[in-house]
């Protein structure tokens, strides 16, 4: 039975984390890991008004080999990036355990969400973060089953449930919107991009779960 993860981890910890904390203002989300002959390229979504220096600082990073702008949309790019690691690091016990990322998102503090086919492949996580000192703090683990059979609870992380219910009690979601993302983010003492990430993710988590009512849909 598939087992989910939840955990927070500083931006120091991981080498990726690291690479992406050098511009302040920026909200980063990995949108998946991919294996690819043995390296792990992650793809990442920037978001906030800073992209030049954000791109300058992780180009300028002794360790990135590859960085790649492969999309624009908005305020937010859409990144490859490429680096040696001095040492194994997050990235590559995430790949090892055969993990699927649902959720990696932040900026100084990142929010991780992983997947795992059982049991034993969140244990090998586990061990594999023990042995090379990398801290995590584990906020819960779930299974499938137990996320479905709680369904009100919609498997919203904290931070987006709370913005979430802040823009319902404000008027967000009114026609016409009685506050704006700006008013909210002041509330909540977070950039309004991050703010705009967790609504995103929080909407499509809720109708994800609302909607589809196979098991297998949820990614």
Known sequence: M????????????????????GVSG????????????????????ATGDTHEEFEEAVRNSPIVTEF????KIGDSGLYRIKWEEPQRDLVDGIAESEATVLE???EENWLFRLRFNDHDALSQFHNYCTEQDITI??????TLSERVGQRRQFGLSQDQREALVLALRRGYFATPSESN????????????????TRIRRGNETVLRTAL???VTDFD
């Open 2 to 21: 598939s087992v989910i993860l939840e955990f927070t981890i500083q931006s120091e910890e991981f080498s990726l984390g690291a690479i992406l904390s």
């Open 104 to 106: 990696a998102e932040g």
């Open 26 to 45: 920026m909200h980063l989300e990995i949108e998946r890991i991919v294996p690819t002959g043995g390296e792990v390229l992650p793809f990442v979504w």
């Open 181 to 196: 993302l700006s008013e909210l983010a002041t509330e909540l003492d977070i950039s309004r991009q991050a703010l705009s």
């Open 137 to 142: 703090h584990i906020e819960r683990t779930y």
């Open 212 to 214: 589809l009512s196979s």
């Open 68 to 71: 790649l702008a492969l999309d």
